[in-house]
């Protein structure tokens, strides 16, 4: 008998061995680097990062939100006049109607008063334009961290983060100021019986920081619905948490319409206050398709306990 012969038995077991650890490898066995998750449930890759490379990453989105704000704001320094026009156009319309004996005026107490100030709305008018790029620039910051699935957002993260914030300030706008301006020009005029008249002489710093402070105040509180989505996506609240949190949502809503709105009349409270309780509940509604879908063995482990 031929030596090949001689060794075909013995080499028959190993070559069935082999074959059977294919098999298993194909199934995923025992392979420890291998998981049954799909690729959207888990981290695109778990790269470990230094300190000084998050540093680093996060210098540069810096950088690229802060070159975003320059640009806007030299685009905005060349129509000044112009914007200053549109922030003022509230407050002049108001004085105009309440037939306020001369004109209104913004006054400037130094020299270079009015070109600091012209240069602080034309910031301010840079970072409502920039607000795209920056919020562009905050998501690809941390999207590392986030699951594949999660960065498919970031098309809906940037738009819904700018829709938002230009609503809250179109609304300070629009519908605050309007109100809040009518209730302070009520309690101007004649006081006691000497003659005596309270008018007002505003200075275009004093104007400006609050003009702007409104604004920008508007703009991130119309951030709601995104904060909570964020809250919600990281598992640290629930929807069904924020259903029974809706009671405090309303009652605090009304709170900060009337401190937001001050004065008697109650059109302009409801109006801030049902804005806010709007975007609570719309809030809600949003956390119910982004919250993270539970396993079943947290459901048994939840039901036993």
């Not at 320059?70 to 685009?75: E, L, N, Y």
């Not at 400037?108 to 020299?111: F, H, K, R, V």
């Given at each position: 008998?031929s030596d090949a012969?001689?060794?075909?038995?013995d080499?028959?077991?190993?070559n069935?061995?082999n074959?059977?650890?294919?098999?298993?490898e194909?199934?995923?066995?025992n392979?420890?680097?291998?998981?049954?998750?799909?690729?959207?449930?888990r981290?695109?890759?778990?790269?470990t990062?230094?300190?000084?490379?998050?540093l680093?990453e996060?210098?540069?989105?810096?950088?690229?939100?802060?070159?975003?704000l320059?640009?806007?704001?030299?685009?905005c320094?060349?129509f000044?006049?112009?914007?200053?026009?549109?922030?003022?156009?509230?407050?002049?319309?108001?004085?105009?109607a309440?037939?306020?004996?001369?004109?209104p005026e913004?006054q400037?107490?130094?020299?270079a008063?009015?070109?600091?100030?012209?240069?602080r709305?034309s910031?301010?008018?840079?970072?409502?334009?920039?607000?795209?790029?920056?919020?562009y620039q905050?998501?690809?910051?941390?999207s590392?961290?986030?699951?594949?699935?999660?960065?498919?957002?970031?098309?809906p993260?940037v738009?819904?983060?700018?829709a938002?914030?230009?609503?809250g300030?179109?609304?300070?706008y629009?519908?605050?100021?309007?109100?809040?301006?009518?209730?302070f020009?009520s309690?101007?005029?004649?006081?006691?019986?000497q003659?005596a008249?309270?008018?007002?002489r505003l200075?275009?710093?004093?104007?400006?920081?609050?003009a702007?402070t409104?604004?920008?105040?508007?703009?991130?509180?119309?951030?709601?619905?995104?904060?909570?989505?964020f809250?919600?996506m990281?598992g640290?609240?629930?929807?069904g948490?924020?259903?029974?949190f809706?009671r405090?949502?309303?009652?605090l809503?009304?709170?900060?319409?009337?401190i937001?709105?001050?004065?008697?009349?109650?059109?302009?409270?409801?109006?801030?206050s049902l804005?806010l309780i709007?975007?609570?509940f719309?809030?809600v509604?949003?956390?119910?398709f982004?919250?993270?879908?539970?396993?079943?063995d947290?459901?048994?482990?939840?039901?036993?306990?």
């Open positions: 008998m012969e001689t060794r075909a038995p080499e028959t077991p190993s069935d061995g074959e059977g650890n294919e098999g298993n194909g199934d995923g066995g392979d420890p680097g291998h998981t049954g998750d799909d690729e959207t449930s981290p695109e890759a778990d790269i990062m230094t300190i000084w490379e998050h680093g996060l210098r540069s989105r810096v950088f690229r939100a802060a070159l975003a320059f640009a806007c704001t030299i685009g320094w060349a000044h006049e112009k914007i200053w026009n549109w922030l003022q156009k509230p407050y002049v319309d108001l004085w105009l309440r037939k306020f004996p001369g004109p913004f400037t107490l130094g020299p008063d009015i070109f600091v100030n012209y240069m709305l910031l301010v008018g840079g970072a409502i334009l920039a607000a795209p790029v920056i919020f905050l998501w690809s910051f941390i590392p961290g986030l699951y594949s699935r999660e960065k498919r957002f970031i098309v993260f738009f819904f983060s700018t938002l914030f230009l609503s300030v179109a609304f300070a629009y519908v605050a100021f309007p109100f809040t301006f009518s209730y020009f309690l101007l005029g004649p006081v006691g019986d003659g008249v309270l008018t007002q200075t275009q710093d004093l104007y400006l920081d609050f702007t409104m604004l920008l105040a508007f703009g991130f509180v119309f951030e709601l619905p995104l904060f909570i989505t809250l919600v990281a640290i609240v629930t929807p948490q924020l259903v029974r809706s405090w949502a309303i009652l809503s009304f709170i900060l319409g009337a937001v709105t001050p004065g008697p009349e109650i059109s302009s409270q409801l109006a801030v804005a709007a975007l609570y719309l809030s509604l949003v956390a119910f982004v919250a993270p879908k539970r396993s079943k947290d459901d048994d482990a939840k039901a036993a306990s």
